[in-house]
């Protein structure tokens, strides 16, 4: 019901709110029992997806003290560190920022969210360090010798994304595509969960604020603002979490044709303490406008909406290896942006811990080995011309995120995830 932050945080904490998620929303809404929102304290959202403004701040130790004065350069699985803010003289300490977005040098398709995944599955991982005097020291370090390791994200959880097409005459490499983006809009990608997405609970951040507690790749951590590029029609986040308590399988590196990109996940708790949030629980995906961006430009070139792409859709993409051809290359095998599909003895193979359930393995494989119905962009533009336009990738996985939602909802019930109001608006 609606009340003020510190009204809903006491029912909370006796046991007596009412606590949903934004899916089990959507249920009342489409089957008319929308009179009973007003009964709802916290509404649990949630999203996983690309999120290029990604970067970690981490510190350990590679040296014996005096073994060097500064690091000059550092590289992480062959991915370049920013040395500093402190340079730790003498310490044999590194402090280092890593951008998700880096590229090895070494390890082809292997980036910033591909490193942050290996380590929080306490992978070792090789560090290279150039001193100030030219020498070069190499270490072999785990998550558990990083006393700091905080994961940051600067422009993370927009209120909804957008679709992309290629309305040029040539295919093109980009971040929107794990493959040759094919021209004359022919084929479409998009990201944002829709419905379950944190600030399109609360497009106005009424509830989230500066010191709002989330769960973070599964570790609670907090907000620390709007993002970069963050504007009213158009709200981001930016935030951090301590790595040391992420869940791996949240999180990860993504190959797209430009390179690799940073997947991260965010499940935000939205207290009703307004009637403008009490509206917006209730706006359901066909609801909820999806701007259609050509890559080229970057510019919207038409609209359409979540409906297009969540409604009557597969959130799984389905495997049947037993329809197997044995196709040489296989497609699924070198498309796969998560590199979760290989071929082993012969026969096909899936990875369930990494499978993003994009749709692109669907939309490449000659042998309907997987499968997924992944929706159309009804693409309507100014002219009043329509078009639709098919999914062949979704940068963001609505499946996983619906199970974030959930496990908030478990943890503030059973009194694991304490919510926190915020100390300052934003």
């Given at each position: ?240 979490a301590d790595m040391h308590q992420m869940a791996a399988e949240q999180m990860g590196g993504f ?172």
């Amino acid at each position: 019901m609606v009340g003020s932050y510190s009204q809903v945080l006491e029912r909370v904490m006796q046991g007596e709110a009412v606590v949903i998620t934004a899916q089990e929303v959507a249920k009342l809404v489409e089957s008319g029992e929308s009179s009973r929102l007003s009964e709802v304290d916290v509404v649990t959202t949630a999203t996983r997806a690309v999120m290029s403004g990604t970067y970690a701040v981490l510190s350990f130790p590679v040296a014996k003290p005096a073994s060097f004065l500064r690091a000059r350069r550092v590289r992480i699985n062959g991915i370049a560190a920013q040395v500093g803010p402190c340079p730790n003289e003498n310490l044999g300490v590194l402090d280092l920022v890593v951008l998700g977005t880096a590229h090895s040098q070494s390890r082809p398709n292997y980036g910033g969210g591909h490193l942050f995944r290996d380590l929080v599955e306490r992978k070792k991982v090789h560090v290279e360090v150039e001193t100030d005097d030219g020498r070069t020291l190499h270490a072999d370090v785990g998550l558990d010798e990083m006393p700091y390791a905080r994961l940051f994200g600067s422009r993370h959880a927009f209120k909804n994304y957008s679709g992309f097409v290629n309305a040029g005459a040539e295919p093109v490499n980009t971040i929107f595509h794990s493959r040759g983006f094919a021209p004359r809009c022919r084929e479409a990608t998009f990201s944002g969960c829709g419905q379950i997405n944190p600030l399109k609970n609360d497009p106005l951040l009424e509830s989230i604020g500066i010191g709002t507690r989330i769960l973070m790749n599964g570790a609670e951590g907090f907000v620390l603002g709007t993002g970069t590029r963050s504007s009213k029609e158009r709200p981001n986040l930016s935030g951090f979490a301590d790595m040391h308590q992420m869940a791996a399988e949240q999180m990860g590196g993504f190959v797209t044709s430009a390179g690799p990109e940073c997947i991260c996940s965010w499940a935000v708790p939205i207290p009703v303490i307004s009637k403008m949030i009490l509206a917006e629980i209730a706006r359901l995906d066909r609801d909820i406008a999806l701007p259609v961006n050509d890559v080229n430009s970057r510019t919207v070139i038409g609209q359409a909406d979540y409906g297009d792409v969540w409604t009557d859709v597969d959130l799984e993409v389905l495997f049947k290896p037993e329809n197997c051809s044995g196709c040489s290359p296989c497609l699924a095998e070198e498309a796969c942006p998560m590199r979760a599909v290989s071929r082993e003895e012969g026969r096909v193979r899936r990875s369930e811990a990494l499978c993003f359930h994009c749709g692109l393995c669907a939309t490449v494989c000659p042998s309907a080995v997987f499968s997924c119905r992944m929706g159309a962009i009804r693409l309507k533009t100014d002219a009043g011309s329509a078009k639709t336009i098919p999914v062949v990738l979704r940068q963001s996985d609505r499946l996983r995120a619906l199970q974030l939602a959930e496990d908030l909802k478990k943890k503030i019930m059973d009194g694991s995830f304490r919510m926190a109001e915020p100390v300052e608006r934003i």
